[in-house]
């Protein structure tokens, strides 16, 4: 019996090690781009959630006469699980507090920056607006109940 707690409590420890993990690496590439902003712009005044939220839910006109934004296919509650807007694939939530996974691969979530920037804003985000994104996911923590 104790063999089995011991096994259970090591899987769990893992797993919050692992979460907690994940969530690290968002609050270091949040300082990683707020640095970066701060030296382009030295008025930067750090990341905020507000200019986050905002920005994810910013709606831009693309090339198609469309409008998108980041809520488009993440849901306005990026703790929520989305699904893409052209395909209905599922979308696993941004939030790292709820997709302990999300923030996992730093190099990963560079390149969907990049990717996702050009499709929806036509260009590369800068780091502010990056910074100020991260610091909004981080509090989305609550997955809304009716999904």
Not at 6 to 12: D, K, V
Not at 16 to 37: G, I, P, Q, R, W
């Amino acid at each position: 019996m104790k063999k089995l707690n011991f096994a259970l409590l090591a899987l769990l420890s893992l797993t919050a090690l692992s979460a907690s993990a994940d969530v690290a690496n968002a609050v270091k590439l949040e300082k990683k781009y707020a640095t970066f902003a701060k030296n382009a712009n030295p008025e930067y005044a750090g990341p905020s959630a507000v200019d986050g939220k905002f920005f994810f839910n910013r709606k831009i006109k693309l090339a198609n006469g469309k409008e998108a934004a980041c809520a488009s296919c993440h849901t306005a509650n990026p703790a929520d699980q989305g699904k893409h807007m052209v395909t209905g694939k599922p979308i696993k939530p941004l939030s790292p507090m709820v997709n302990h996974k999300r923030f996992s691969d730093v190099e990963k979530v560079e390149e969907q920056f990049t990717e996702h920037c050009n499709d929806i804003i036509g260009s590369d985000c800068t780091a502010a607006e990056k910074a100020n994104y991260i610091a909004y996911l981080l509090t989305e923590k609550t997955p809304s109940t009716k999904q």
